[in-house]
Each structure stands twice: as C-alpha cells, then as structure tokens.
Nanobody, 122 residues
Framework: VQLQASGGGLVQAGGFLRLSCAVS????????MGWFRQTPGNEREFVAV??????SVYYTDSVKGRFTMSRDKNIMFLQMNSLKPEDTAVYYC??????????????????WGQGTLVTVSS
C-alpha cells in the first residue's frame, strides 16, 4: 500500500483545511485507514480512523465535531474545521490491519504517508 498525503499549510485559528491522501495498492475494505499527527518531541497521536470492512469512523475526543474523515474512490480526506493552535502538527495518513482494540496505536499501522505540516496561528 502506498500513501501520498497533501493539503497542509498555514491557517489562522478558527479556519479550516482539507488534507488529502491518495491511496494505491490496497482496497479500503481490506485495511483500517486514517490519520495520525505528531508534534516535535511527542509520540504520534491518533486523530481518526476508518475501520476495515465496516468503514465506521472513529475520532479522538479533541477533534470530534471539528474534523471529518471521508473518502472518494482512492482518495482519503480529512476536513478540519474550527482549527486551534493545538492542532498544529505533522499529519500522516496511515493504513494497516488495526482492529478495534488497537486502532489508536501507531504500531498497528504498517503503511504511512510522508506527512504534511499543518500550522495554526493564534
């Protein structure tokens, strides 16, 4: 599976961005797919994931109601609204065979995109 993320940038607090991730070499139904983020000196943090087979989407509490994950054919999106300075991070799209109990764990994902930087100014 190959993942190519894009769409990061600089935005003011309260603004929005949409990240995209082009997926090749794997069907969505076969993998859990989603987004993690990372800030300097910190571990990679789960943001959102779509379960394999069902496609049900789960979000970390801090982004619920603001971020929406979706997909269209072989592209995965993360619509980020009402952005906050604490959302500043490098965002990675991921794919793997994560199950319900491991969805939020970075090690459950075998494939990672190259990362795209999101900077939210106050």
């Amino acid at each position: 599976v190959q993942l190519q993320a894009s769409g990061g940038g600089l935005v003011q607090a309260g603004g929005f961005l949409r990240l995209s991730c082009a997926v090749s070499g794997g069907a969505f139904s076969n993998y859990a797919m989603g987004w993690f983020r990372q800030t300097p000196g910190n571990e990679r943090e789960f943001v959102a994931v779509s379960r394999r087979n069902s496609g049900s989407v789960y979000y970390t509490d801090s982004v619920k109601g603001r971020f929406t994950m979706s997909r269209d054919k072989n592209i995965m999106f993360l619509q980020m609204n009402s952005l906050k300075p604490e959302d500043t991070a490098v965002y990675y799209c991921v794919a793997g065979r994560a199950i319900m109990s491991t969805m939020s764990e970075p090690q459950a994902y075998n494939w990672w995109g190259q990362g795209t930087l999101v900077t939210v100014s106050s």
